[in-house]
Nanobody, 118 residues
């Protein structure tokens, strides 16, 4: 059973940076597509970014392109989300997710709060 634990959230001023981490335990992390999602108050959860198993292919939602970078360290079973030039609209709970089969986000972390003040 894969478990995911996020960390690195917090309060930051607009224009600042945070790096989120998601540590995985359990099965072979390197075989999984990994992603980040977020949910703002009163809104549905939305996709932020994902990274393929090898780390060579990444994909981002338009609103974070050029500001956020997803990466992974398979030796450490960890995926990261570097967030720069943060905006108040980035405020949300950020969730890490794992896709073992390349088609469905099956495993979710508990989330970490990111708050960006104006």
């Amino acid at each position: 059973q894969v478990q995911l634990v996020e960390s690195g959230g917090g309060l930051v001023q607009a224009g600042g940076s945070l790096r989120l981490s998601c540590a995985s335990s359990g099965r072979i992390f390197s075989n999984y597509r990994m992603g980040w999602f977020r949910q703002a108050p009163g809104k549905e959860r939305e996709f932020v970014a994902y990274i393929r198993r090898s780390g060579s292919i990444t994909y981002y939602r338009d609103s974070v392109k050029g500001r956020f970078t997803i990466s992974r360290d398979n030796a450490k079973n960890t995926v990261y989300l570097q967030m720069n030039s943060l905006k108040p609209e980035d405020t949300a709970i950020y969730y890490c997710a794992a896709d073992p089969k390349g088609s469905t986000w099956e495993v979710w972390g508990q989330g970490t709060q990111v708050t960006v003040s104006s």
